[in-house]
């Protein structure tokens, strides 16, 4: 695992991003295992899409430290209905900044429309305010072993991370629908045909995305449009 990781330490955090050449990996089998697509599929209710994966080192800094980017409650931009697989290589009880998430915040639940999304552009809720209305018992903190998988649908209201005395590694896959404005997030390898003629028609429409000309200009003006609301 050490051979993924790279120094750059980004803040507290230690986020690494996948080059193309890590695509046909265990890590890039991990997210389009037939098991995890069965899931992300079930949820989402349509062949989802695959568009986004990375490997992160959460580095411990104590409880002084302030709370940064997801390690704050927000929800994801990327769709009004999506998934999050995260894998943890360490084992995470509350000091390795667990995955946590309010149960009920997703887009049918009772919580949805507490600071809502808005696709493509996310919600990050002042710092305080979730806790002056969500009581503690109503907050799923997913502590576990190495190895340990959780999914969840990242539109709702979540944070994690936020490791105070001992490091947490963690593998993230992200799978949203077709309507998404966001892209694939990843490249891919350079024999992606021999490989897409071995995958299962899920998996092959996990990875294949049209292209999306307008996306960029979309998204560009969402968030424009939203700036002044997301904080
Ligand atoms: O690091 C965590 O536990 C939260 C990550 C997160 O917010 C995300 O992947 O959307
Ligand atoms: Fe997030």
């Known amino acids: 695992m050490e051979a993924y990781m790279e120094d750059t330490i980004v803040s507290h955090q230690n986020f690494l991003t996948m080059p193309g050449r890590w695509l046909n990996t265990i890590l890039w089998r991990l997210a389009l295992d037939p098991r995890a697509l069965a899931i992300v599929n079930a949820y989402n209710g349509m ?7 990375t490997l992160n080192r959460t580095l411990p800094v104590g409880s002084d430290a302030p709370a940064e980017q997801s390690q704050r409650w927000h929800r994801d931009p990327e769709d009004k209905k999506m998934a999050k697989m995260f894998i943890y290589l360490t084992d995470v009880d509350e000091n390795a900044g667990p995955f946590i998430y309010i149960p009920g915040s997703h887009s049918e639940g009772k ?16 710092d305080g305010e ?7 018992r109503a907050i799923k903190k997913c502590t576990g072993r190495a190895g340990t998988v959780v999914f969840a649908d990242t539109a709702g209201l979540h944070k994690g991370g936020y490791a105070t005395h001992k490091e947490r590694v963690m593998f993230t896959a992200g799978y949203c629908s ?10 891919y390898p350079e024999d992606i045909g021999n490989i897409r003629a071995r995958l299962t028609l899920a998996q092959q429409y996990a990875i294949i995305f049209p292209p999306h000309r307008f996306n960029s200009y979309i998204l560009r003006r969402f968030r424009k449009f939203f700036k002044q609301n997301t904080y």
């Open 130 to 136: 979730i806790e002056k209305i969500i009581p503690p």
């Open 47 to 53: 062949f989802s899409k695959f568009y986004y994966m």
């Open 111 to 126: 919580w949805r429309d507490l600071f809502p999304q808005r696709p493509p552009v996310g919600y990050y809720p002042p």
């Open 178 to 187: 077709n309507a998404s404005v966001l892209e694939r997030q990843y490249r």
